[in-house]
């Protein structure tokens, strides 16, 4: 007899990229920041552990909202901060959807959503993606009319697909919320700051945002939602009590407050992408126009588990992928997150050896 839930026996779980904990690897794995966070965020940090730890922090993290709120010139009871985006999901998930509800998300992208709406005894659908990464709307439309949640990365993972807002708004479901997943926002050649929250359909929309990846804070685990007050205050019921403790509270404190850090990364990193693309065509790859901080690479011989664990033996690591296609056919390739310029010329080196 199992003491698990049948829900829970069922699932897989949710398996994150590799963490070596050795030193010595070039990581082009998680999508990291390569850059360290603000100067500011680190004297944060230090302050907060020689404050009162003893005590609680902020239920409701009132500064954080206030900074948050401004980047998206809404008032700060817009804002949920959390755990991480991936807490800012969870606590969605656990508000708006029942057991045995529908939950759709478009594919391939963050396969988490699925292992979320598992937990929650939901079922969930998945939008098959063209093989451009565009919508087939006619196909989508039906599977969203039954959904209570609609979950979209955008821009989206693994192939950096930024879409249009006239595709996301195609995408509301006709009852229930249109989650957009923004953890690669501050990457995009135009950054996002929540124009749709603002249209008429934005009462039934989430934004949700992490501190991991433009703002180097993936070790903080700090993130936050950004929606209409009615549905705040709904899912302020859900979240824990003491959700971001003290230290992390006052790293993103700083790092909200420093903007000219994260920007100038951001630059960089869309810089050294864009030198990634180019070196990655030349050599023969097929690579999809990203708004991340990573770059999709196909290759026309394929071979692309073989490039990965031939990477990984000169402790190179990148993500290799594979997704069930529409027609029973695997899609598989290498999201190839955009390091440092010197880690890329590692990187780029050992591909022309390999290649």
Not at 24 to 49: D, Q
């Amino acid at each position: 007899m199992s003491l698990f839930r049948p829900d829970i026996e069922r699932i897989a779980g949710y398996v994150p990229g590799e963490q070596p904990r050795e030193t010595g690897w070039v990581k082009l794995n998680t999508n990291e920041n390569p850059y360290p966070p603000s100067p500011k965020v680190v004297a944060a940090i230090e302050a907060a552990a020689h404050a009162r730890l003893n005590v609680y922090p902020d239920p409701l993290s009132t500064r954080f909202r206030q900074l948050a709120a401004e980047l998206f010139n809404v008032e700060p009871d817009w804002i949920l901060p959390a755990n991480g985006s991936d807490e800012n999901l969870t606590i969605i998930m656990r508000t708006f959807v029942d057991p045995k509800e529908q939950v759709a998300y478009p594919y391939p992208s963050y396969i988490l959503y699925e292992t979320l709406a598992e937990i929650q005894g939901a079922s969930w659908v998945r939008l098959q993606l063209n093989a451009d990464w565009s919508w087939n709307r006619d196909a989508c439309r039906p599977l969203i009319e039954n959904s209570k949640l609609v979950l979209v990365p955008n821009p989206n993972s693994p192939s950096g697909t930024r879409w249009s807002d006239d595709d996301i708004l195609a995408l509301l479901p006709p009852n229930g919320v249109l989650v957009l997943d923004e953890a690669y926002g501050d990457f995009c050649d135009d950054p996002h700051s929540g124009e749709l929250l603002q249209s008429d359909a934005g009462k039934r929309i989430i934004i949700t945002r992490t501190l991991s990846k433009s703002y180097s804070l993936a070790g903080i685990r700090m993130g936050f939602s950004v929606a209409h007050p009615d549905l705040t205050r709904g899912m302020l019921k859900v979240k824990d009590s003491y959700n971001c403790n003290t230290l992390s509270l006052a790293a993103g404190v700083a790092a909200l407050e420093d903007q000219q850090w994260m920007k100038d990364n951001a630059a960089r990193i869309r810089q050294s992408r864009s030198t990634l693309t180019a070196s990655l065509s030349e050599l023969g790859f097929e690579v999809e126009t990203s708004q991340a901080n990573f770059v999709w690479a196909t290759h026309p011989e394929g071979r692309h588990q073989q490039i990965f664990e031939e990477l990984k033996n000169r402790k190179i690591l990148v993500r290799y992928m594979r997704f069930a296609g529409a027609d029973e056919n695997e899609i598989d390739g290498l999201r190839i997150t955009v390091g440092t310029d010197d880690e890329l010329g590692t990187f780029i080196n050992a591909m022309r050896e390999i290649v």
